[in-house]
């Protein structure tokens, strides 16, 4: 009997030799089944070769499915991600197969897969010649079946979807072929799958974390056989066993929400590039606010640039004012404005909508007791716990610890002492019914919309116009378009510039810019009223100006100065334990061993600025290269051998974007 290598979904595994009875034909990308550790497995024939040679201990493939082999492109994509993300391949195949139910044998044998088929768009609408122009450029690789990157860059409003459909039709009237829209949080989809169904008549099949079983089940065969035509998915949509991949689409690929944080730390729109490169497919990243490594991409010809500058139809884009929350305003000790304030009230009387938006969920970030001082920590984390009034507790975002309410503080023992520090959306909403007690207020964080149907019905209720002011966090900046809104509040503009990160300075340009872009997105022109302590801080500045390119040329400036991506590489070790010495200790003999190179500095190790969560203590160390170095090959060489005492965890992050 050969031997050959099966590689299975299974964490941190590497491919095993398994033998080939004769009754069974198995090729390269077929799906078998074997046992491992007495459990059955449903893995892929990695190689049909294995050079392992002891027959006494290598066990038989069992079976092999009838089922279309994974195709040797994305066998490649799964190998190549293994390796930069510096993980196993069977962690990645996880990824691939990600539910082991679709391969038992009632299910399989009841599934009937739905026929490729061409699909004729329901509606149409007539571009504007901007669009036009962007269509065709968009359309040439696809025409010419060749792989490019294309970065469609348009001010929020300007009809990036209804470009990018077009395209999605090209393809779907075709018999057969899929596209992928990846978004970077499921909150969004509902919008998108509404606008989908209207323009081409098909439900697209959907990929995220919040689906059935059986959902996932069906929806994985059917992206298999190519019967799915269009999917709309989170970032782990990406792995799928697509049949006919012809189209990746990012939608807004700014978003730092796909880089996956947890297990296997990746960047969705990254690796997206990667296998629309393997497959040879052209992959569009849109947004109104293109990354700094996608411009620098740009700048590099590596991508194409195709730009909408003006909003679509009557729409124009909102003018900004900022609001200097010291002197005056501060000395009110309200947190929205006496600018802002008149600002609402017109919107209230002329019967529009407003969004006040602050990036901080619950009530208070931290509450301390008036007399004695004592404020609500985190047994377990290095952090304060964050007042949540619609909940009765005080919470920790870290590990989820929570304590009720407490009428008297546990150290001086005074009644009713605490003092609430700061703002946070749910103490926005108090001053807003305070102030307007008969406008309809709603808020809009993850603790109060925790479930797709969620978000949807809070969509229609503002789409219906059953809300005046909506309150919320990063969650209504993204996406959404609600034709009545014509204001946008931003409460604290200073404060995602204090995360000291490589992108902070980025991510609040994007995040303002974003929740700014909410505002008069059809006839009636938007405003945007801008709080801040800092009005000369200079992201605030072109916030108003809109001259985001200046901006951005400096941030580019900046990073090249120090070296850092896209100028450079990063990875980043983070160790962690219970024991803080020992986990310092081993940190230190770490950089002490860490191999002399002129191309690559290891720093550290410190704590990490979250220094310890869910009773873990953690330090951080940055290994940074230039930026054609393979920073892998060195941490492998470093790390080769080295093997963590007791309990100690390691983990190695490419390209991070997480510095907590
Ligand atoms: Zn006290
Ligand atoms: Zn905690």
Redesign the pocket.
Known sequence: MPNIEILLPKLQTNSFAYSLPQNIQANKGDFVQVTFRKQEFVGIVWQEYSEYLDQEKIKPVLKRYDLPPLKKELMEFVDWVAEYTMNAPGSILKMVIPIQSVFKEKSLSKFIPIEPASIVPASSINLSEEQQVAVNKLKEPLDNKDHKVLVLEGVTGSGKTEVYFELIEQVLKEKSGQVLILLPEISLTSQLIQRITKRFGIEPARWHSDLTDKEKRNTWLNIAYGGARLIVGARSALFLPYSDLRLIIIDEEHDSSFKQEEGVTYQARDMAVVRAYIEKIPIILSSATPSLETIYNVNKKKYELVTLASRFGEATLPTSVIVDMKGDNARKKKFISAELVDELKDVLEQGKQAILFLNRRGYAPLTL?G??G?RFACPNCSTWLVEHRSLSCHQCHQCGYSVNFKSK?P??H?EN?FVPCGPGVERIEEEVKYTFPDARTILMTRDTVNSIQAVENIINQILDGKVDIIIGTQMIAKGHHFPKITLVGIIDADLGLLGGDLRAAERTYQLLSQVSGRAGREKDKGKVVIQTFNPENPIIQSLVTGERRSFLEQEIMGRKMVHMPPFGKLASIVISGFNDEKVAEFARFLVKISPVSNTISVLGPVPALISRIKNKFRYRILVKAERNISIQKYINYWLDGVKAPGSIKLKVDIDPYNFF
Do not use: G
Request: proline share 0%.
């Open positions: 007791c007399e004695c004592y503080c150290t001086c005074k002492s």
